[in-house]
C-alpha cells in the first residue's frame, strides 16, 4: 500500500495555497476520486456541516452507485483483499459520510477489516457559537456510528480538547510547526499514520489489518488512543537500550487524541512501532563486559524495545516492531524542524554554522487500547448532556432525529464505561476536573 507522503521535487510555498490538493503531487487515477459537487467551496448548498447532510448523500441512489462502482474497480484489483482505512472528519458532515461508507464496507466486505481514522482540526472556531456546537454534536455522533461497522476507530488530531472549551494544541519539542495551517498540522498527523500502519502495510508484515483491530479491540474496546515521537529524540552515537533508559519513568511521545493530557502509566494492548534506528544501534557495551542495564542485554532492537514496554506497562500485551526505514520528509513536506536536528532527524548539542534541511527522522508511534478513552469520551458525553439540543432545529432538520441522537449519547456513555476497568487512582481527579 502507498504511503500517506507524497513525495515531490519543490514544496509549495504556502502563499494563496486553501486546498489539500494544491500539496499534492502524485497522480491520481479518475476511479479513485468522487466529488461532491452540491458541497464543493463554492457549491450550491454551502459547506457540509450537519452529521445528517453526510448521511443522506449517501442514501441517493446515484451518488451510492458511483462510490460502489470505483470501489469495486480497485477491489477487482487486489490479490489479497485485508480490509479497508477510512480516513474521514468527526467534526462536519464528513461524519455522516464516513458512517454510510463504513456500513456499506460492513455489509459488502463482512470479515474484512475497516480501521477508521477520525481526524478533528488542531485549532477549533469558538468564535462562532453555533458551528462549534455542530462540532461537538457531529464528534459524538461520528464516533458512536463509525465504531458500530468498524474493527477500531481511532480519532485523530492535535486539538487537545472534543469539547465545548479549547485547549492548547499539542506541542512537540523539536517541532515548530503552525497548528493553523493545515499544510503543517497534517503533515504531523500523516508521518504518525505512516508508522502506526506499519504491522499491516508492509509486504514484510506478519499481521494483518484484522489481527491488529483484535489485539486492541476486546471486550467492546472499538477506540484506540495514538501517540507518537516526532522525531524519536535519538543521537546517531547512542544505542537504543541507552535513550530508552533516559526515559525510563515515562515513554517520550505525545498524545494524538484530542485530550488535554496527563501522565498515563497504564493501557490494557497497545501495538508500538519504532522506525529509523538502525539494527546495528540496540548495543552498546563491549563484548565481555557487564551491561550497564537489562535493556542493553537484549539481542535485538525488537526485543529492547518489548523489554522496555514491559517494564512501563506491565500487564498490558504489547507488540513491538522496529522498522530500519526512516520517515522521509523530502518535500513537500514542511521544514518545521528544530535546528537540534541533524539531516537524518538525529539530535545534536548545538545547531552547525549551516543548517541542511531534515530529509528523515526517527518515529516513535503507538496505538493503545487506554484507560485515557474513558475520559475522553465521558467528557463529551457530559459536553453534550449539558446542552438543550432541542433548541438546533436547524442541525435536526437534516435528517437526524432527537431520538436517534439520544440513543447515540447512550451508546457513547456505554462505550466510554468499556475503558473504565483498571482505571489509576488518579483517574478520578482527571473526571472531576473535566467537569
Known amino acids: 500500500a502507498p504511503s500517506p507522503l507524497a513525495l515531490s521535487e519543490e514544496a509549495p ?23 461532491i459537487r452540491q458541497y464543493m467551496l463554492d457549491g450550491e448548498c454551502g459547506c457540509l456541516e450537519a452529521f445528517g447532510q453526510g448521511e443522506s448523500l449517501l442514501q441517493d441512489p446515484g451518488c451510492l452507485e458511483e462510490l460502489e462502482d470505483r470501489l469495486h474497480f480497485y477491489v477487482e484489483e487486489c490479490d489479497y483483499l485485508q480490509g479497508f482505512q477510512v480516513l474521514c472528519d468527526l467534526h462536519n458532515g464528513f461524519s455522516g459520510v464516513g458512517a454510510k461508507v463504513t456500513e456499506l464496507l460492513y455489509d459488502e466486505y463482512s470479515g474484512k477489516g475497516i480501521l477508521t481514522w477520525g481526524l478533528t482540526p488542531g485549532m477549533s472556531n469558538l468564535g462562532d457559537s453555533q458551528k462549534n456546537l455542530y462540532r461537538v454534536m457531529n464528534t459524538a455522533l461520528g464516533i458512536v456510528h463509525l465504531c458500530r461497522h468498524s474493527s477500531l476507530l481511532c480519532p485523530l488530531s492535535l486539538s487537545a480538547s472534543l469539547g465545548l472549551r479549547s485547549q492548547p494544541p499539542v506541542t512537540f519539542p523539536y517541532l515548530n510547526y503552525d497548528v493553523s495551517l493545515n499544510y503543517q498540522s497534517s503533515a504531523v498527523l500523516a508521518a504518525a499514520l505512516d508508522t502506526l500502519t506499519v504491522p499491516y502495510r508492509l509486504s514484510s508484515s506478519q499481521g494483518s489489518m484484522m489481527h491488529l483491530a483484535e ?8 477506540v484506540a488512543a495514538a501517540w507518537a515521537s516526532l522525531p524519536f529524540p535519538a543521537r546517531h552515537s547512542c544505542s537504543l537500550a541507552d535513550v530508552l533508559c533516559a526515559h525510563r519513568q515515562d515513554v517520550p511521545w505525545k498524545l494524538l487524541v484530542p485530550w488535554r493530557e496527563r501522565r498515563v502509566r497504564s493501557c490494557f494492548a497497545q501495538s508500538v512501532v519504532l522506525r529509523g534506528i538502525g539494527k546495528e544501534s540496540h548495543v552498546s557495551s563491549s563484548a565481555g563486559t557487564q551491561p550497564p542495564s537489562l535493556f542493553h542485554a537484549c539481542e535485538s532492537a525488537e526485543q529492547t524495545l518489548q523489554r522496555y514496554l514491559h517494564a512501563l506497562f506491565p500487564g498490558a500485551l504489547s507488540t513491538a516492531h522496529v522498522l530500519q ?4 520528509t523530502l518535500p513537500p513536506y514542511p521544514q518545521f524542524f528544530s ?6 532527524g538525529f539530535l545534536q548539542d548545538k545547531p552547525p554554522p549551516s543548517a541542511a534541511a531534515v530529509e528523515s527522522i526517527p518515529v516513535l508511534a503507538a496505538l493503545q487500547s487506554s484507560p485515557v478513552l474513558h475520559t475522553l469520551l465521558t467528557s463529551l458525553y457530559r459536553d453534550i448532556q449539558k446542552l438543550n439540543t432541542r433548541r438546533f432545529a436547524s442541525f435536526f432538520s437534516t435528517g437526524v432525529e432527537q431520538d436517534e441522537f439520544q440513543e447515540a449519547l447512550e451508546e457513547l456513555r456505554t462505550l466510554s464505561q468499556c475503558y473504565k476497568a483498571g482505571l489509576e487512582a488518579s483517574q478520578s481527579e482527571d473526571e472531576a476536573d473535566s467537569d
Do not use: A, E, I, M
Open 325 to 328: 526505514q526512516p520517515c522521509h
Open 13 to 35: 510555498s504556502g502563499g494563496g495555497v486553501r486546498l489539500w490538493s494544491d500539496y499534492l503531487n502524485v497522480h491520481l487515477h479518475p476511479k479513485s476520486v468522487y466529488v
Open 339 to 344: 535546528p537540534l536536528l541533524t539531516q537524518q
Open 215 to 222: 489485539t486492541l479491540n476486546f471486550s467492546g474496546r472499538k
